[in-house]
Nanobody, 116 residues
Framework: VQLQASGGGLVEPGGSLRLSCEVSGNIYNTYAIGWHRQAPEKQRELVAT???????SYADSAKGRFTISRDNAKNTIYLHMNSLKPEDTAVYYC???????????WGQGTQVTVSS
């Protein structure tokens, strides 16, 4: 499985971005795809997850501001991020795996910087 993340950039506080993760290869029938992020000198954090069943979950830091969605026709997962804060600055990664276990395929990461 290959994942290609894109959509990061520089945005002012309060702004919005949409990250994309295109998935290709041998996609399982049942799977979970998550967006993770890692800020400098901090541990990697799971931000949001969506499963092949369509269920989604969010970290407390993302609830109410971020939305994860998918386009099955394009094999693409999106992370819509609104009301961005400086503390959202991080490298964002998408990751793929079976539901309920640690993901075993990772994309290359896309930088998100929230700054005025």
């Amino acid at each position: 499985v290959q994942l290609q993340a894109s959509g990061g950039g520089l945005v002012e506080p309060g702004g919005s971005l949409r990250l994309s993760c295109e998935v290709s290869g041998n996609i399982y029938n049942t799977y979970a795809i998550g967006w993770h992020r890692q800020a400098p000198e901090k541990q990697r954090e799971l931000v949001a997850t969506i499963t092949s069943y369509g269920s989604s979950s969010y970290a407390d830091s993302a609830k109410g501001r971020f939305t994860i969605s998918r386009d099955n026709a394009k094999n693409t997962i999106y992370l819509h991020m609104n009301s961005l804060k400086p503390e959202d600055t991080a490298v964002y990664y998408c990751a793929f795996g079976r539901i309920g276990v640690r993901p075993n395929f990772w994309g290359q990461g896309t930088q998100v910087t929230v700054s005025s």
